[in-house]
């Protein structure tokens, strides 16, 4: 620095009843981001319900022929493609995948990775290789249904993210009171020290 500039030698401080404050409302951010992560959760469910029952009702729509028209055996004939919503490993997964009952009647279920790759990666699927699995009928409502579904995704994770950081400021704020708390009580200390107050690094 030069003759012209000032020199700041400490921390920008709060008292420690403003310290004290915003910790509470760093805690109450933290509480009201996991409420939204929590009502993100129940819109991924109510769209799961949304989608089978649409599809239950285009398969009924496509089974039964219009007036004049010859019934098509394989018109209403059922889908594998589903929709799942599940807790995973403190996560949420809004996942696709196939269900086919062999001839034993056991039913096989195979999941649908996410697309790894491009746009949209992590949050969707590749819409071509998903639609693959879906029959003509229902191929438009896969297609809405994933792209409301990427949505949800994306809207969760940057709610998670948010989250996180808040809880980290908790902690550094936690530990920083209590630090200036055990300062305060230490032989010689003044009371009432202000919250961050201390030389910056490197400028001593």
Do not use: C
């Not at 310290?19 to 109450?28: F, I, K, P, V, W």
């Not at 997964?93 to 992590?122: C, D, H, M, V």
């Not at 699927?125 to 995704?153: D, F, K, N, Q, W």
């Amino acid at each position: 620095m030069n003759g012209n500039t000032p020199q700041n030698t400490s921390l920008l401080t709060l008292s420690p009843a403003e310290a004290t404050q915003g910790l509470e409302e760093l805690r109450a951010i933290a509480a009201h981001l996991q409420l939204a992560e929590a009502l993100v959760e129940a819109e991924a469910t109510a769209l799961m319900t949304a989608f089978r029952e649409a599809r239950s009702e285009l398969r009924n729509q496509v089974a039964i022929p219009n007036q004049g028209e010859v019934a098509d055996g394989k018109a209403g004939k059922y889908s594998p493609l589903n929709l799942g919503v599940r807790a995973h490993k403190g996560g949420l997964e809004i996942y696709w995948f196939t269900q086919n009952k062999s001839s034993t009647g056991r039913t096989a279920y195979r999941y649908i990775p996410l697309a790894r790759g491009g746009k949209g990666a992590g949050y969707g699927y590749h819409m071509s290789g998903l639609l693959t699995h879906a029959r003509p009928y229902e191929r438009e409502l896969v297609r809405e249904t994933e792209r409301r579904a990427a949505a949800v995704r994306a809207k969760r994770a940057a709610l998670v993210d948010l989250r996180r950081a808040s809880l980290r400021l908790v902690k550094q704020y936690e530990e920083q009171l209590a630090s200036d708390q055990a300062a305060v009580t230490e032989p010689g200390s003044i009371d009432a020290q202000s919250f961050g107050a201390g030389p910056l690094p490197g400028y001593t």
